[in-house]
C-alpha cells in the first residue's frame, strides 16, 4: 500500500479495467485555479470513449458482478476501502490542487470516504425482499435486483465525495459504473481508477471516463446501454438530463443545490450558531449545496451576529490550497469566480449592505487566481436575488426575522429545499420549527452533521431521491415480485 499506487499521470481513461488513451476525446491541461495554470495533463472521453465505457460496464454487469454473491461483492468493495483509507492524503492532495478547496477541509471530507464505502459494503448482502401474505393458495415474496448499468455525473466541487455517494450504493446494489467526472477537476476521480484496480473489482465494473458535460455527459445520458443516471449538479443541467434521457425512459436521481436557511432564534447559544454559520458559509469557498447561505437572525441580535460575522471573517485565512494554515483556497474556476463576483455586484444594486469582503483577493501570490474574500451582505430582504438564487461563492446573507412564523416563512421561501439548521434553547421550538421546514434534511443546534447512515437529498427543486443511508439503495435497486401457486391448478376459463 505505497503511493506507488497513484501516480502523478492522469491522461488515460480507466475502461474495462484498463488504462488507455482516448479515441475522439484528448488530453489537455487541468487548471489549477490557486494559480490560473494548468499543472496536469489530463484525459478527456468523447463519444467513442463514453460508448466503449458503456460497452465494459454492460459485459460486467451481464458477467460476473450481478452474479457475485453479495458478500463476495462486499469483500471486494472492503478491499477498496482500505485502500482508500490508506490514500486519504494523496486523494485529498490531488483533489485540493484540482479544485482549491483547502488542504486541511479536504483532509477531513477524503477521510471519511473509507467508511462510506465500508459502510455500503456490510449492506451488499442484505438487500431481501418481503413475503407478501396472500392466502393459501400462492407464495408470493419480492426480491431486489440491481437497476443495471449506471451512468454517475459529478460535480467540481466535491468530485470524490460525490463520487462515494454514488459508486457506494451502486456497486452495493450491483450496479456497474460509468464515472464521468466533471471537466474542470478530472484528477482525482482518475486516481480513484488505481484504486478500484488495485482492489480487484472485475473489469469493467468502474470505468472512469471525465469529460465535457454537453458532450460526453450528455451522451451517457442517451446511451440506451445506461440504465440510470445519478447527478449532482445545476438545476437547469437536470432539466436537460431529463430531456435527453426521456427517450430511453432513464431513471434518475438528482441532487441540485440549495439556499440553505441556517436559523439563529435569540434564545440560542448564539457563539455555538456563529461558529457553525460562519463556519459554514466560507466553507469550501461557498461552493456546496448544503452551506448556509441565508443566515437568519432574530432581530434583538441581529446586530451582534452582522458584528460577528465582520470579526470572524477577518480571520478567515484565505491562501494556497496546499498550505495546512489556509482556511480558504480559491474558487474552482474561472467561471465560478465571475458568477460569484457578479452577485457581489447584484447584492451591492439591490441595496443589501456589504458587511465585509465583496472582493476578488489581488495581493502577492494570490492574485493569478481565483481568490474572492469571505464576504457578507446585512439588511438583505428575503426577495433579493443574493437570496433567493444559489451563488455557489462564500457570500453570506444575513436576513433579520421577528418570531417563529416569519423564520419559517422566509426559510421556505425559495425554490430549494435541501438542507436547513435552526438554533434555539427551547426544545419545544426546535420541533415545532424543524417540522415546519420543507428541506430533505434539518440540523437543530449542529450544523452539517452529514454522514454515511443519513439520508440526504432534496424537496421541491432541490433535487429527486436520497443520497446515504439505506435509502439510498431504492434508486439502484428494482423489485420483482414472484408469486407461485402452492397448487398449480388453474381453471379452464372456456369450460
Ligand atoms: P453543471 O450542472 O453544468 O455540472 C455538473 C456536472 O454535469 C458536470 O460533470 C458536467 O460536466 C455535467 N454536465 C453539464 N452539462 C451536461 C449535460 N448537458 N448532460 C450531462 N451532463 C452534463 O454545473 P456547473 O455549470 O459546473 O455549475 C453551475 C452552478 O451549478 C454552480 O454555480 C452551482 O450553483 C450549481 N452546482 C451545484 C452543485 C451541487 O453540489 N449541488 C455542484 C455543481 C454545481
Ligand atoms: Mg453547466
Not at 262 to 275: G, K, P, R, W, Y
Not at 457 to 472: D, H, V, Y
Request: glycine share 12%; aromatic share 8%; hydrophobic share 40%.
Amino acid at each position: 500500500m505505497t503511493s506507488e499506487l497513484i501516480p502523478q499521470t492522469f491522461d488515460k481513461l480507466f475502461i474495462g479495467g484498463r488504462w488507455v488513451s482516448p479515441v475522439d476525446g484528448g488530453v489537455r491541461g487541468s487548471i489549477d485555479p490557486a494559480t490560473g495554470e494548468a499543472w496536469a495533463e489530463v484525459a478527456y472521453g468523447g463519444i467513442a470513449d463514453i460508448d466503449l465505457a458503456v460497452a465494459a460496464a454492460r459485459e460486467a454487469f451481464e458477467g460476473p458482478w450481478r452474479r457475485m454473491a453479495g458478500w463476495e461483492r462486499a469483500q471486494i468493495m472492503r478491499r477498496f476501502a482500505d485502500l482508500y483509507a490508506a490514500h486519504v492524503e494523496q486523494l485529498a492532495t490531488i483533489e485540493s490542487r484540482d479544485n482549491g478547496r483547502a488542504i486541511r477541509e479536504s483532509r477531513l471530507d477524503v477521510g471519511m470516504h473509507a467508511q462510506y464505502y465500508h459502510w455500503y459494503a456490510s449492506l451488499a448482502d442484505k438487500m431481501g425482499g418481503r413475503t407478501i401474505p396472500m392466502d393459501d393458495s400462492v407464495h408470493a415474496f419480492t426480491t431486489r435486483l440491481p437497476v443495471g448499468v449506471v451512468g454517475t455525473i459529478t460535480p467540481w466541487n466535491v468530485p470524490l465525495m460525490a463520487a462515494a455517494w454514488k459508486l457506494g450504493p451502486a456497486l452495493a446494489a450491483g450496479c456497474t459504473v460509468v464515472l464521468k467526472a466533471a471537466e474542470q477537476t478530472p484528477a482525482s476521480s482518475l486516481a480513484l481508477g488505481r484504486l478500484i484496480e488495485a482492489a480487484g473489482f472485475p473489469a469493467g465494473v468502474v470505468n472512469i471516463v471525465p469529460g465535457d458535460g454537453p458532450v460526453a455527459g450528455a451522451h451517457l445520458v442517451a446511451h440506451p446501454g445506461v440504465d440510470k443516471i445519478a447527478f449532482t449538479g445545476e438545476g437547469e443541467t437536470a432539466k436537460t438530463i431529463i430531456r435527453n434521457g426521456a427517450e430511453t425512459l432513464k431513471r434518475f436521481s438528482f441532487e441540485l443545490g440549495g439556499k440553505a436557511p441556517h436559523i439563529i432564534f435569540a434564545d440560542a447559544d448564539v457563539d455555538q450558531a456563529l461558529n457553525a454559520a460562519t463556519g459554514s458559509v466560507w466553507t469550501l469557498c461557498g461552493q456546496s449545496c448544503a452551506l448556509g447561505s441565508r443566515v437568519l437572525v432574530e432581530r434583538p441580535i441581529y446586530d451582534h451576529v452582522v458584528e460577528e460575522f465582520r470579526k470572524r471573517a477577518a480571520r478567515v485565512r484565505v491562501g494556497m490550497p496546499l498550505d495546512p494554515a489556509t482556511h480558504m483556497g480559491p474558487q474552482a474556476h474561472l467561471q465560478q469566480l465571475e458568477k460569484t463576483l457578479s452577485y457581489i455586484d447584484i447584492g451591492k444594486a439591490e441595496g443589501a449592505e456589504l458587511v465585509t469582503g465583496g472582493a476578488r483577493v489581488e495581493r502577492d501570490g494570490l492574485s493569478g487566481g481565483y481568490f474572492v474574500e469571505p464576504t457578507a451582505f446585512a439588511a438583505v430582504d428575503p426577495n433579493m436575488r443574493i437570496a433567493q438564487e444559489e451563488i455557489f461563492g462564500p457570500v453570506a446573507a444575513l436576513i433579520p426575522f421577528d418570531g417563529e412564523d416569519e423564520a419559517v416563512a422566509i426559510a421556505n421561501g425559495t425554490r430549494y429545499g435541501l438542507t436547513a439548521g435552526l438554533w434555539t434553547g427551547d426544545v419545544g421550538r426546535a420541533h415545532r420549527v424543524a417540522n415546519r421546514i420543507e428541506a430533505g434534511m434539518v440540523w437543530v443546534n449542529t450544523y452539517r452533521y452529514i454522514r454515511w447512515s443519513t439520508p440526504y437529498g432534496g424537496l421541491k427543486a432541490s433535487g429527486w431521491g436520497r443520497e446515504n443511508g439505506i435509502e439510498s439503495l431504492d434508486s439502484y435497486l428494482e423489485t420483482r415480485t414472484t408469486v407461485i401457486s402452492t397448487t398449480g391448478k388453474f381453471a379452464d376459463p372456456y369450460a
